[in-house]
């Protein structure tokens, strides 16, 4: 941890920023008083790999589709839902087809 005063994080932001990124907590000071922490985000990262992603993907809960329509639809209500043979991708490849 790092003490730095309001005027050197003003002037110096970016670099106070960069060491925060890099794991380093600053503690801010005004007229002598600590009056702010300044740390990293504890769970951020930037990416997630392949292989923790496909390990997630497989314990994953299977989804039952007809099931969520039914919760979908008494949540939502089924009158104005689209018909399954109106695929609004289709309509608009009629369309171009239609212009072209």
Same mark, same amino acid.
């Given at each position: 941890?790092?003490?730095?005063? &309001?005027? %050197? ?6 670099? =106070? ?6 794991? %380093? ?12 922490? =300044? ?6 990262? *930037?990416?997630?790999? =392949?292989?923790?992603? &496909? ?7 299977? =989804?039952?589709?007809?099931?969520? *329509? ?8 089924? %009158?104005? *839902?689209?018909? %399954? ?9 009629? &369309? ?5």
């Amino acid at each position: 941890m790092k003490t730095i005063t &309001q005027r %050197e994080l003003a002037a110096r932001s970016k670099a =106070v920023l960069d060491d925060v990124e890099a794991g %380093e907590t600053y503690h801010i000071t005004r007229n002598g008083t600590e009056i702010a922490e =300044v740390r990293p985000l504890t769970t951020r990262r *930037r990416f997630v790999p =392949v292989e923790e992603m &496909q390990r997630k993907w497989r314990t994953a809960p299977r =989804v039952d589709s007809a099931r969520m *329509r039914a919760e979908s639809d008494a949540f939502f209500g089924s %009158e104005e *839902r689209i018909a %399954e043979s109106d695929d609004p991708w289709e309509r608009s490849r009629d &369309q171009g087809r239609a212009h072209g």
